[in-house]
């Protein structure tokens, strides 16, 4: 499984983006998705969760309200937009994928078995 994240970059506070993680080389649609992010020094933490069919979606507390995931099975793809961006979200960004069959969407790191090479969003004051 490959997964390639993009759309991260700089952005003023306040301000919004759009994260793709674009899936290749196995059953997308079968997979629960996540995004997790790390910011320099810290532990990579859980942002957003979705299941194989979008149906079901969970958010840290820091980010619900303002970020949503969603999926496009047809296009092999998932989203994270991200609205009033605050400067403490300012880290690199991963999308991952569970390779094991589940119905839910997870939200701890040992959930899932691939991960994207990360893009960095960087929010400005």
């Known amino acids: 499984v490959q997964l390639q994240a993009s759309g991260g970059g700089l952005v003023q506070a306040g301000g919004s983006l759009r994260l793709s993680c674009a899936a290749s080389g196995r059953a997308f649609s079968t997979s629960a998705m996540g995004w997790f992010r790390q910011a320099p020094g810290k532990e990579r933490e859980f942002v957003a969760g979705?299941?194989?069919?979008?149906?079901?979606?969970g958010y840290s507390d820091s980010v619900k309200g303002r970020f949503t995931i969603s999926r496009d099975n047809a296009k092999n793809t998932v989203f994270l937009q991200m609205n009033s961006l605050k400067p403490e979200d300012t880290a690199v960004y991963f999308c991952a994928a569970r390779g094991r069959l589940g119905t839910t969407y997870y939200t701890e790191k040992s959930e899932y078995d691939y991960w994207g090479q990360g893009t960095l969003v960087t929010v400005s004051s």
């Open positions: 979705i299941n194989w069919s979008g149906a079901s979606t």
